[in-house]
């Protein structure tokens, strides 16, 4: 009689390792998907941010950026607070602002506009 007891002790505690353990993975799960949908609706934000700056300095209206177009973008506090939001330091904000104009212009050096 003292081994079924043991028996059924262990049953219990084997089923509720496993229940504990389904759990845990639901729970990874769930946050893994929070985790992936807040980054959609960060990335989603930036670039609907981007894409009005895009349009504000855009003074030509042909649907590109100039160069010399691309210094309201840098100044645009809009996109500046964007950058800072998905976690760029502050002190990297220009530096990264400039790393996306040699993206968009193709690695050439960047020429000051002339005051």
Do not use: H
Not at 75 to 83: I, Q
């Amino acid at each position: 009689i003292v081994l079924v007891w043991v028996f059924i002790v262990f049953v219990a505690i084997s089923g509720i390792t496993l229940l504990n353990m389904l759990i845990g993975v639901l729970c990874k799960v769930v946050q893994d998907t929070a985790r992936e949908g807040a980054e959609q609706r960060k990335a989603s934000e930036l670039k609907d941010i981007f894409v009005r700056a895009f349009r504000a300095v855009d003074t030509s209206n042909d649907g590109y950026i100039q160069e010399q177009e691309w210094v309201g973008i840098q100044r645009n506090p809009e996109v500046r607070k964007a950058l800072l939001r998905l976690g760029v330091e502050n002190s990297e904000v220009d530096n990264r602002l400039e790393q996306l104009r040699a993206k968009v212009f193709w690695d050439r050096p960047a020429r000051r506009p002339s005051l």
